[in-house]
């Protein structure tokens, strides 16, 4: 009997050499795929807001704009969105499009909107009718006849650890901006 208890004594006698090395084990993959994660989400919440930012930017230079605007006009927009976002031509456009309520303004689900002109850069295609559906609640409510500027940015974002571990897919960000125009009735678009 004796020798009973002093086996199960030796078997119940705890020895915790090397115990830390294989917690380090366990645990590094975690903290690993952690800080990985959460430096990728925000990195793409900057991305996100850098693009905000710089459609707003566009957005307001256009609104303060009392000359027709025209295609190389656009263009200059294009660079001015890329440095600010840090991308390159390849990956981003921008669309600028000018809207006016026709009928039942004060409703959102009955009223007619119509695009008086929409351009974009780097083979954005142009807005038309049938896309209208597609953007009424992006618009707000308006006046009758009033007009507004709509700015359309794009820009792909490859995440920094695009891997399973974090899965973040590559993706393009797209921001709209609305805005009313402030030193003149309308924006206008020249073809020269």
């Known amino acids: 009997m004796m020798r009973f208890f002093r086996k199960a004594r030796r078997f119940l006698r705890r020895d915790e050499r090397g115990s830390l090395s294989i917690e380090a084990v366990f645990a590094f993959p975690m ?10 989400f925000f990195d793409a919440y900057k991305a996100q807001n850098t693009s905000y ?7 307001d230079m256009l609104s303060r704009e009392t000359d027709p605007v025209n295609q ?20 981003t456009w921008i669309r600028v499009s000018v809207v006016r309520c026709k009928s039942n303004c004060n409703n959102a689900t009955t009223r007619q ?19 209208i559906d597609f953007y009424q609640d992006k618009i707000p409510l ?30 393009n ?7 009313r125009p402030r030193f003149a009735p309308q924006l206008l678009w020249s073809n020269s």
């Open 31 to 40: 903290l690993f795929w952690a800080a990985t994660a959460t430096f990728t």
């Open 53 to 59: 930012r710089a459609n707003y930017t566009i957005s």
């Open 72 to 91: 190389a006009y656009l263009d200059g927009l294009h660079k001015v969105f890329r440095y600010m976002t840090h991308s390159g031509p390849e990956t």
């Open 113 to 131: 909107l119509e695009w008086v002109w929409s351009k974009g850069t780097n083979g954005a295609r142009s807005l038309t009718t049938a896309d």
């Open 142 to 171: 308006m006046a009758f006849g009033d007009q507004l500027i709509f700015v359309e940015t794009s820009r792909q974002y490859v995440p920094p650890f695009a891997n399973g571990l974090v899965s973040f897919a590559e993706r």
């Open 173 to 179: 960000l797209v921001s709209h901006v609305v805005t």
